[in-house]
């Protein structure tokens, strides 16, 4: 009984011991930014979401090496993100507070285009090994180096009438393509083999689809809804297609309509289509004047990236940074 308690005291000794190195560690500096720290918890907190995601992708047996060397590039950029607020704060500017509504303002709005529920992205986010609150983080990181990006690096920058023509030039393949139509598309599948009753509840159907569009109901909710494609979760938009692409009646409907019309049914073997042209492109080169705003953006990111790498790597020199991973 006495070699037992003996036993015990001493294992509960060590379980003590380990969890006052494991606290040690987890409270030790890994970098110090001027007149702030980072210690091993806020790494391994913020870098946890995509550590996750990592194990979920990574299919090698480095696991552990690919983990410790992304983990040091993201410290970087931790260091990174804390000398941008740093700058942000002097001179007054007001780049640090972004809001909490801005934050959710650009997501809604991703959803909105994508045609997704915040419950849908939720779980697109959980599948991913990532949560609500790490986009958000990066999200709000992306607005602070933007806003100081326009601030130090962008309003620097020139774009000449010459780089542009000279930019045109080059890239003038990039400007040429074949006559597309961007369409949505309702389909509802009815395979020969399905039989004659089958195939002809199908396209009584796709009739009645089609009176309620014509009615005024959306498109776009109607095919979410009832469409049998993948095309469906985003309200049936398939997005530009080439001549040649599609099937002969579908595609002769879509290159013939105008933009904004809706098709009548269309039966080919596999099924019933219900098209809606959304936008067309021409054939051939476009002109210099078309795509003038397009090419200075272009130019203007390249540049903006050059930039900022040279004008981050001038205040890393000028700051006090002390890593210890």
Avoid at 268 to 285: A, P, Y
Avoid at 305 to 311: F, G, N, R, V
């Amino acid at each position: 009984m006495k070699g037992l308690r003996i036993y015990l005291m001493t294992m509960l000794a060590v379980l003590l011991a380990c969890g006052s190195v494991a606290a040690e560690l987890e409270d030790r500096i890994v970098a110090v930014v001027n007149n702030e720290i980072i210690t091993m918890r806020d790494l391994n907190q913020s870098f946890e979401p995509y550590a996750k995601s990592i194990k979920m992708t990574h299919k090698g047996s480095d696991l552990e090496i690919v983990l410790e060397q992304n983990k040091k590039v993201f410290l970087q950029r931790m260091i990174d993100q804390m000398l941008i607020e740093h700058e942000a704060k002097k001179g007054g500017k007001n780049f640090t507070t972004i809001k909490d509504e801005e934050v959710m303002a650009v997501i809604m709005d991703m959803l909105t285009k994508n045609n997704m529920s915040m419950d849908a992205y939720l779980k697109k986010l959980a599948s991913e090994g990532k949560t609500l609150q790490s986009v958000k983080k990066d999200i709000s990181e992306q607005m602070l180096r933007m806003r100081v990006l326009r601030s130090e690096v962008q309003s620097k920058i020139v774009v000449t009438d010459e780089e542009i023509g000279e930019y045109y030039d080059k890239h003038r393949s990039d400007y040429e393509g074949k006559e597309a139509v961007r369409i949505r598309q309702i389909f509802l599948p009815a395979q020969g083999g399905q039989g004659k009753k089958t195939r002809e509840a199908v396209r009584a159907q796709a009739r009645q689809l089609h009176e309620r569009i014509l009615k005024g109901e959306s498109f776009e909710m109607l095919a979410s809804q009832y469409s049998k494609e993948p095309s469906a979760a985003q309200g049936g938009d398939i997005g530009f297609v080439e001549r040649g692409a599609m099937m002969p009646n579908v595609e002769k409907a879509a290159f013939e309509m105008p933009v904004g019309q809706v098709s009548d049914v269309i039966e080919t073997e596999s099924g019933f289509h219900i098209v809606m042209v959304v936008d067309k492109r021409g054939q051939g080169l476009k002109s210099m004047s078309a795509v003038r705003n397009e090419i200075r953006a272009k130019i203007e990111n390249e540049k903006a990236s050059q930039k900022y790498d040279e004008w981050i790597d001038g205040v890393r020199k000028k700051s006090f940074i002390d890593i210890r991973y």
